[in-house]
Structures are given as C-alpha cells and as structure tokens.
C-alpha cells in the first residue's frame, strides 16, 4: 500500500490487516509512517510490514522494489494510492514535472518492477474523476513553469493512473489491473496550499477515508470475475472515463513514453 501513512491508503490498510493480509506501508514521512504502522498493528492482523520511500526520486522507487522482491515470494494486491497535487511548478531529480512523477511514473515504475511477483495478482490504482480537468501529454513529461496551473497537473496525472491500468490490463491479462475514483476525500491532500489544505480537512461534505477506501478495499478482494479488466470504477460501479483516456491507442503511446522516461 503506498500513499498508507495516512487517509485513503492508511484506512485500507487497516481494513486488509483486520481481514487477515500482512500489509507493507509505504510513506514518505518517518514519523506518519511509524504511526500509521502502529494503528495497522492494532487491528490485531498479521504483522505489517513498511518501507519509507519518496516517489519524488525514482532511485527510492527502485529501492522499495528491490525490497519487496527480496522479502515476498508473491504479491497479492499492489495498491498504487501515493499520490498528491502541487501548488506551484517543480521539477524532480529526475527531471520531470513533480505531479506526473510522483502520482503517475513512479507507481509505473514500481509496477513493472514487481510485475512477476504479481502474476495471478491484482493492481489497484487511485485515480480520480479530477481526470477530466487535464489531459497528459506523453511527449512532455517535464512541462514549463510558463505553462502550469496545479488542477490541470494533477488532473492530467489522474488521467494517466487510468490509462496506464487500462492498458496493463491489455498487456498483462494474468494481473488484474483497475483504477478507481475515491471520492472527495478528507485527508492531508494539498498539504503545500494552506488554503487547500483547510478544505479538505474541514468542509462538512467530504467523505471520509474509510469511505473513499471502500472501492480499493472491494476491488483487491471481491470475486475477479465481478470485476472488468483494466476498468475505472466508481462507488464499486463501472465508469466510462473522459474520451481521450479511454483511447486505448493514446494509453498504448502513453505506457511507451512512460517506459522509456523511467528507463525500462
């Protein structure tokens, strides 16, 4: 589980652990992290497991894969949750623009790299209805502070989480591979705003986390074959995305830009 040391992905990991999975949570802050652990703990589940990591820097992204590859034989759901939306432009160490890094080529990368260990597994990526306020361009994974405006940013990100499980799961028909929209969420989102973060922790018609866990948590565990491959889902319920991002040629292009920006 990334993104799990808190909201969304910490309320499903607590689901999975109560239910009976080992978890592994996957942060970026060491002391969220260790909180988040301990309240996985507590449900009394198996022992979970984490790794801290800043998708921010795809070395991190190989070293969490390089961990999981040498502790776990199999994986059984890869939950891609990290995520976040960025006021102002930046760029990685990479190279690239923040938002589509760390929302959208790091979890590619992440998993590609565990893609043997997921045979017979699922994926499970949160995405976002926001896709349909931005669209990516796969041959400009850097952008230009000129240029920037943070809903299209993140929206264009939320888009790629959507292509990219629409076309594993056409390239990989042994992982079952989808993408999901949580809702609006009360959680630390936008945390870089003041202004965004005030709303997100205080307006009154914000689901809650375990709310907007609720379709990751049914989709890693209900019967596959309820389930559509590579499809975007809403409340538990199939969803056509916005045009473009339902092109399975423009994900086709898209996967290869992604490739070959992440170096695989």
Excluded: C
């Excluded at 790794?51 to 070293?63: I, K, M, P, S, Y």
């Excluded at 596959?224 to 409340?235: L, N, R, S």
Aim: charged share 20%; no cysteine.
């Amino acid at each position: 589980m990334t993104g799990a040391s808190s909201g969304v992905g910490l309320a499903a990991a607590t689901a999975f652990a109560r239910g009976g999975a080992r978890v592994v949570l996957v942060g970026r802050d060491p002391g969220r992290l260790d909180a988040a652990v301990d309240q996985v703990r507590a449900t009394g589940g198996p022992a979970p497991d984490s790794f801290r990591a800043d998708f921010a820097r795809l070395a991190e992204v190989r070293a969490l894969a390089s961990y999981l590859l040498d502790r776990y034989p199999t994986i059984d759901v890869l939950a891609n949750n990290a995520g976040g939306i960025v006021s102002s432009y930046a760029r990685t160490v990479d190279g690239f623009e923040m938002t589509i890094q760390t929302n959208h080529l790091a979890p590619f990368l992440l998993t590609n790299l565990l893609r043997d260990r997921l045979r017979g597994g699922r994926v499970v990526n949160t995405a976002s209805d926001a896709h349909r306020r931005g669209l990516v361009d796969p041959d400009d994974l850097v952008g230009g502070a000129g240029r920037y405006d943070r809903w299209s940013a993140y929206g264009a990100s939320k888009g790629a989480n959507i292509l990219f499980a629409a076309e594993a799961g056409r390239r990989w028909p042994d992982v079952l591979s989808t993408s999901y929209h949580p809702g609006v969420v009360r959680t630390r989102f936008g945390s870089d705003s003041p202004l965004l973060a005030a709303f997100y922790r205080v307006a009154p018609f914000l689901t809650t986390p375990e709310g907007g866990a609720d379709t990751m948590v049914w989709l890693a565990t209900a019967p596959a074959a309820d389930i559509a491959q590579g499809g975007y889902y809403v409340k538990r319920r199939p969803r056509r995305p916005a045009p473009k991002v339902a092109d399975p040629q423009f994900a086709a292009r898209l996967w290869e830009a992604s490739a070959k920006a992440v170096g695989l």
